[in-house]
Nanobody, 122 residues
Framework: QVQLVESGGGLVQAGGSLRLSCAAS????????MGWFRQAPGKERKFVAAISWSGGTTYYADSVKGRFTISRANAKNTVYLQMNSLKPEDTAVYYC???????????????WGQGTQVTVSS
């Protein structure tokens, strides 16, 4: 089992940027696909982005394509989500996820972090 801890959330104005980090511990980080989900108040948790174990393949939700970038540093056991051109509708709790594959991530299976709040003001 892998343990995940997110950081980097906060309050930012619309149009601004934030970078989320997710530090992993436990089982070997490099064998996992990693991803990010978000959950707005009163709404279901939704897929945001995922990255393969090698970093060579990435997937994004249509709502964040061109604005968000997922990356990973296996030597640091960390995955990142760079969020640019933020909009008020990006406001949510962002969760890091680890799974055996990107498909596993996208299905919402695997391990989860505790989440970090991102608030975008208009």
């Amino acid at each position: 089992q892998v343990q995940l801890v997110e950081s980097g959330g906060g309050l930012v104005q619309a149009g601004g940027s934030l970078r989320l980090s997710c530090a992993a511990s436990g089982r070997t980080f490099s064998v996992y696909a990693m991803g990010w989900f978000r959950q707005a108040p009163g709404k279901e948790r939704k897929f945001v982005a995922a990255i393969s174990w090698s970093g060579g393949t990435t997937y994004y939700a249509d709502s964040v394509k061109g604005r968000f970038t997922i990356s990973r540093a296996n030597a640091k056991n960390t995955v990142y989500l760079q969020m640019n051109s933020l909009k008020p509708e990006d406001t949510a709790v962002y969760y890091c996820a680890a799974g055996e594959s990107i498909a596993t991530i996208q299905k919402g299976l695997g391990s989860w972090g505790q989440g970090t709040q991102v608030t975008v003001s208009s």
